[in-house]
């Protein structure tokens, strides 16, 4: 109990340290900023921006592998946060079809792709492969964030990935839960990842001394609430966490069902935010969430 009071206290006092447009969060922006436009040798440690699609499979919940085999050529994929793009690159080769023999002749020319990043970080293979498919069967997006495209921009997809890309990095997760619900189809899935955050079946923070957590939400009294707790609080999403429990540090990957129409996303107010590689986020319920039955 005295824990769990300090813990709040703390929570409480940093959440009014650090107010939305206050000079403290704008000095972190303007940071990432220079994070996100950062070339060559001046790219940060841990901003990674060439992972290819066997990272992809390894990463993320071992479904995703098996949800992109079995695209056809009439659905649509989006990856959030995808740098040179190399996940998609790579699904458009042969050595692909090779490694995924079941359903190959009916995903024939495969889905379409759109890569989005916030910065444009496009190779020679990118506009290489780009020149060798049908018009639009890839798509590059830049310059803009997941929130701030419509989804008629945007259109449905049945497959979402993000790597440690803006369902790491936004300022405005719930809106961004938003709009990645927006574009899905219905029963199309979205999956995800984050690193240095309390994972669901965690028993408490003390299973891990050392860390400094990336990603914390609370309710307005300071209690905490676990990210897989607010993913599953979602309408109309089936949300599976899963520890991943072989890493040194906490990690937690996603698999997100779209399973209604009436997605309604509890809001999240951004009340803590530092730069990083992905930056510290910390987020405050603007209504109280329930508590978990015992």
Not at 161 to 182: A, P
Request: with cysteine.
């Amino acid at each position: 109990m005295v824990v769990l009071l300090v813990l709040q206290t703390l929570w409480l006092e940093t959440s009014h340290s650090q107010l939305p447009g206050s000079p403290a969060i704008d000095k972190e922006v303007s940071k990432q900023e220079a994070i996100y436009q950062s070339q060559g040798e001046k790219v940060p440690e841990g901003y990674v921006i060439d992972r290819g699609l066997l990272a992809y499979a390894s990463i993320l919940s071992s479904e995703f592998d098996r949800s992109l085999a079995n695209l056809g050529p009439m659905d649509r994929w989006l990856d959030i946060g995808a740098g040179e793009g190399r996940a998609i690159l790579d699904y458009y080769t042969p050595r692909y079809d090779s490694m995924h023999l079941e359903g190959r002749e009916r995903r024939g020319k495969k889905a379409r792709a759109v890569a989005m990043s916030i910065e444009d970080r496009r190779t020679p293979r990118w506009h290489q492969t780009a020149a060798s498919l049908e018009a639009n069967q890839i798509q590059y997006l830049f310059n803009r964030r997941m929130r701030e495209y419509s989804l008629e921009e945007l259109g449905q997809f049945q497959l979402i990935s993000d790597v440690i890309g803006g369902f790491s990095y936004s300022r405005y997760l719930s809106l961004f839960m938003e709009k990645v619900l927006g574009a899905l189809e219905l029963n199309g899935r979205f999956y995800s990842i984050l690193l240095d955050v309390l994972p669901e079946n965690a028993t408490n923070r003390a299973s891990y001394p050392e860390t400094l957590f990336l990603t914390e939400i609370a309710n307005a009294d300071g209690s905490e609430v676990r990210v897989c707790s607010w993913l599953k609080s979602i309408a109309c999403v089936e949300a599976i966490c899963e520890s991943r429990l072989e890493s040194k540090r906490p990690v937690e990957i996603y698999r997100i069902r779209k399973v209604c129409d009436s997605v309604a996303v509890p809001a999240l107010d951004l009340v803590h935010y530092e730069a990083g590689t992905p930056p510290r986020r910390r987020f405050q319920l603007g209504n109280p969430m329930p508590a978990s039955p015992k």
